[in-house]
Structure formats: structure tokens, C-alpha cells
């Protein structure tokens, strides 16, 4: 069983910021792709920032200069370090995983539950 645990939520006024932390435990083979989404009330979920297993990454025309993610691939862990929050931030925020699981050779997407954000202005 895999599983994807982020922590790190919160409410914050505006101008603040918020690290969020995503963990993947579990019979992992290989973890490539580690990525940050986000659904906001009404919204479709839309991705936020995303770091590949060759080190690139790639952010939100939204987020771009104001949130930075990084990847711990020791601890199999990737961070959202937020910045500057505006309200339009306010989302639950997801985290992703495309990873191989052990003693398989399919490239899997998984999903963890979501830590709400609420930036109030």
C-alpha cells in the first residue's frame, strides 16, 4: 500500500506564508514525478507547481515567483513553500505522486487527501 500524507495547512492573512509537506510511505520502487494541486470551491482542480525525477520543475502562471516546490527524495517528500499568499489561494491542496510501485513495473498516480489553505484578505 502506498499512501500520500501532506501536512502543513492553515489559515493566513494575506501577504503570509505556508510550507506544505507531503510524505509517500509505502513499498515504493521508484518515485518520478512529485507534484502539488490545487481545487478551490467551484473550481476544477488545477495543478500547482510539479518537480520531476530528472530535477525540472514547472509552476502555475498563477503561483510562478511566489511559490517554490522542492523534493526531499531521501525522505521520498516533496514541499510547497507558499509566499505572498493572496486570497485567491484559498484551496484544499493536493498532493501527487506518479511512482512505481514495488514488484511492479507500472508508473502509478496516486492522490492524498488534501490540507485546506484559507488566506483571508
Known amino acids: 500500500q502506498v499512501q500520500l500524507v501532506e501536512s502543513g495547512g492553515g489559515s493566513v492573512q494575506a501577504g503570509g506564508s505556508l510550507r506544505l509537506s507531503c510524505a509517500a510511505s509505502?513499498?515504493?520502487?521508484?518515485?518520478?514525478?512529485m507534484a502539488w494541486y490545487r481545487q478551490g470551491s467551484g473550481n476544477q482542480r488545477e495543478l500547482v507547481a510539479k518537480?520531476?525525477?530528472?530535477?525540472?520543475?514547472n509552476y502555475a502562471d498563477s503561483v510562478k515567483g511566489r511559490f517554490t516546490i522542492s523534493r526531499d527524495n531521501a525522505k521520498n517528500t516533496v514541499y510547497l513553500q507558499m509566499d505572498s499568499l493572496k486570497s485567491e489561494d484559498t484551496a484544499v491542496y493536493y498532493c501527487?505522486?506518479?511512482?512505481?510501485?514495488?514488484?511492479?513495473?507500472?508508473?502509478?498516480?496516486?492522490w492524498g487527501k488534501g490540507t485546506l489553505v484559507t488566506v483571508s484578505s
Open positions: 518537480f520531476t525525477s530528472v530535477g525540472t520543475t
Open positions: 501527487n505522486a506518479e511512482l512505481v510501485p514495488s514488484g511492479s513495473i507500472l508508473n502509478m498516480r496516486y
Open positions: 509505502g513499498s515504493i520502487f521508484r518515485i518520478n514525478t
